[in-house]
Nanobody, 115 residues
């Protein structure tokens, strides 16, 4: 069973930065795509950023230029560097990995942007 463990969430002031990490229980080379999603209270889960094994990184329009998704293959890790955070970025952030017909999700980490 694939496990994804997120960390790095917390409370940050508007304009601040946070870096989220997601460590997989196996090599991330085995996944077609790894990405970050978020879900705010009362809202649907939405894509934030994805990093295909082959191809370019993609971002939601709302985070372009502020967030950066990276892969560290040696550590089986995907990170999300978040800069210039806004209150509307407040959500639970989830790591996702997929291959073939299977999707795997982490347990989520809370990010709260507030003064």
């Amino acid at each position: 069973q694939v496990q994804l463990v997120e960390s790095g969430g917390g409370l940050v002031q508007p304009g601040g930065s946070l870096t989220l990490s997601c460590v997989a229980s196996e090599s991330i080379f085995s996944f077609n795509t790894m990405g970050w999603y978020r879900q705010a209270p009362g809202q649907q889960r939405e894509l934030v950023a994805v990093y295909p094994r082959w191809g370019s990184r993609n971002y939601a329009d709302s985070v372009k230029g502020r967030f950066l998704i990276s892969r560290d293959n040696a550590k089986n890790m995907v990170t999300l560097q978040m800069n210039s955070l806004k209150p509307e970025d407040t959500a639970v952030y989830y790591c996702k990995a997929d291959r073939a017909s299977d999707d795997y999700w982490g347990q989520g980490t809370q990010v709260t942007v507030s003064s």
